[in-house]
């Protein structure tokens, strides 16, 4: 588990942080394969990559043969057994439902020998759990990434119960060798950063709830008052509030009443306001 000499991957699940991630990993020279159910997600994915990388063309951050070297490496199927066909490294980022998760690590586990590095990109399920189904639990680790992967630099490092200590740096070394920083934390509800992020995003709802301030003031208090590149109520716009309230009703059920999704939230959803995927959120999107 050598991040330093891993020459290909594969990425499980095209949606915004699965293409994102294939797309840093291909930036880095690693022959990606980009999996999902659908051949219709999987092309807008490679859109989607290929808007960004165009974007960084344009802007003067990425050179036009890095943009068609990197593309040159990505390709896509909608086989699980022969997107991880012989790869180093395995990165699932399928939706936030741990019994999907589990089915597609038990299939990892009994495919793939137990030098292949097994990463999930959840944002708070247990790392343990999802390992527990695997042979081998102790390459497991979590890769928590965060939105936009190509241009974020932050990388979650999650250490479960039997993570082994050559999987966590192998997970540590790779995020470096991908442009980014990362942390290592241990394998607990929300981790470091959803745990933090969900309880003032939390608060900043029942704010607005409350009427004591409109969205723009409560993110523009954080911005200028606390040095915020983004407001919590403008950040979870972005994130989407269907996602940011999964994550509080697991830490709700896991932390307790902290974590108690405030009304706000579950009529937005409610309504399909999902944020800027949606239109609307706390904020409208044009």
């Known amino acids: 588990m050598n991040a330093h000499t891993m020459q290909s991957a594969a990425v499980l699940g095209s949606g915004t942080m699965g293409n994102g991630?294939?797309?840093?990993?291909?930036?880095?020279?690693?022959s990606v394969c980009l999996y999902d159910i659908a051949q219709p997600q999987l092309l807008k994915a490679m859109q989607t990559i290929q808007a960004n990388l165009d974007k960084g063309v344009e802007k003067g951050k990425v050179?036009?043969?890095?943009?068609?070297?990197?593309?040159g490496r990505l390709r896509v199927s909608t086989d699980l057994m022969e997107a991880v066909q012989g790869v180093d490294v395995v990165i699932e980022a399928v939706p936030e439902k741990l019994q999907l998760k589990q089915e597609i690590f038990q299939q990892l586990g009994t495919h793939l020998g137990p030098q292949v590095l097994l990463a999930t990109n959840t944002s708070s399920l247990s790392i343990s759990r999802i390992a527990a189904v695997t042979p081998h639990p102790e390459r497991v680790v979590g890769m928590h990434f965060f939105n936009p992967v190509h241009i974020m630099k932050l990388v979650e490092v999650v250490e479960a119960d039997k993570s082994s200590n050559a999987a966590v740096e192998?997970?540590?070394?790779?995020?470096?060798r991908m442009g980014k920083d990362p942390i290592r934390v241990k394998d607990a509800p929300g981790f470091a950063s959803s745990r933090l992020g969900i309880a003032i995003g939390l608060e900043a709802m029942r704010m607005v709830q409350e009427g004591v301030a409109s969205p723009a003031d409560i993110d523009k208090a954080m911005v200028l008052g606390y040095g915020y590149p983004m407001g919590p109520l403008q950040l979870t716009d972005l994130v989407g509030l269907d996602v940011r309230l999964?994550?509080?009703?697991?830490?709700?059920?896991?932390?307790g009443d902290r974590f108690l999704a405030p009304e706000i939230l579950r009529e937005k959803v409610a309504k399909g306001e999902l944020g800027k995927k949606s239109g609307k959120g706390f904020y409208e999107w044009k």
């Open 21 to 30: 991630i294939a797309q840093v990993l291909a930036q880095t020279g690693l």
């Open 246 to 255: 999964n994550i509080a009703e697991y830490l709700y059920k896991e932390l």
């Open 170 to 176: 192998a997970a540590m070394a790779l995020s470096t």
């Open 63 to 71: 050179t036009a043969d890095d943009r068609d070297a990197a593309l």
